[in-house]
C-alpha cells in the first residue's frame, strides 16, 4: 500500500509542478507579445474542441487549463511507471529528466498537437523550438523526475543527488 501511496504522490506532485511551471513560462512567453492568458488556455482547449474553444469565454479556459494539468500528470504517471521498471532514472534525475522532458516536446508538438483539433498548427522553429526543449526539459522533465526519486524510495545523499556526471 506504501508504495502505492508514494507512486501517487510522486505522479501528482510531479505532473502538478510540472504543470504549474510550463504554464508560467508560457506565460512569460506569450503575454509579452500581446497573447491573453485566457486566449492560452483557450488554444489548449481547441485541441480537444476546436475553434469553438475560442467563443467559450472562461469555460473553454478552465477545459484548457484542465486539459493543461490533466496532460503532464499522465506525462508524471508514465514517467514513474516506467522508473519502477528502472531504476536509472531514480539514480540520474538530472540527466533522466533532460532526455524524458526533450521525449515529451517531441512527441507533443510534432504527433499529440497535429493529431489534434488545433487549426493551423505550425511546429516551433528556430530560436522558439530552443526555448520549447528547454522549457520541455527543465520546467516539465526535470521536476518529474525529480519527484520521482524523491517518493519513491531511492535516497541518494546531497552531493552524489546533484552529482549526475555517472560516477
Do not use: K
Not at 498537437?113 to 516551433?124: D, E, F, G, K
Not at 520541455?136 to 523526475?145: F, N, R
Amino acid at each position: 500500500m506504501r508504495q502505492r501511496t508514494t507512486a501517487v504522490a510522486a505522479i501528482l506532485y510531479g505532473g502538478l509542478t510540472a504543470g504549474a511551471l510550463d504554464h508560467l513560462s508560457a506565460c512569460a512567453t506569450f503575454i509579452p507579445r500581446g497573447v491573453p492568458a485566457l486566449g492560452m488556455l483557450q488554444y489548449i482547449a481547441s485541441g480537444a474542441i476546436g475553434q469553438r474553444a475560442f467563443s467559450g469565454g472562461i469555460a473553454t479556459a478552465a477545459l484548457g487549463l484542465a486539459v493543461h494539468f490533466s496532460l503532464t500528470t499522465l506525462m508524471a504517471a508514465i514517467y514513474v511507471f516506467a522508473a519502477r521498471r528502472v531504476p536509472l532514472l531514480l539514480a540520474r534525475p538530472w540527466s533522466s529528466g533532460v532526455v524524458y522532458g526533450a521525449a515529451i516536446c517531441v512527441v507533443m508538438n510534432y504527433v499529440a498537437v497535429p493529431l489534434s483539433l488545433v487549426a493551423n498548427w505550425r511546429a516551433p522553429r528556430g530560436w522558439e523550438l530552443v526555448g520549447a526543449f528547454l522549457a520541455s526539459c527543465l520546467y516539465v522533465g526535470v521536476p518529474i523526475a525529480a519527484f520521482a526519486t524523491h517518493f519513491l524510495g531511492l535516497r541518494l545523499s546531497g552531493p552524489r543527488l546533484l552529482d549526475d556526471s555517472g560516477g
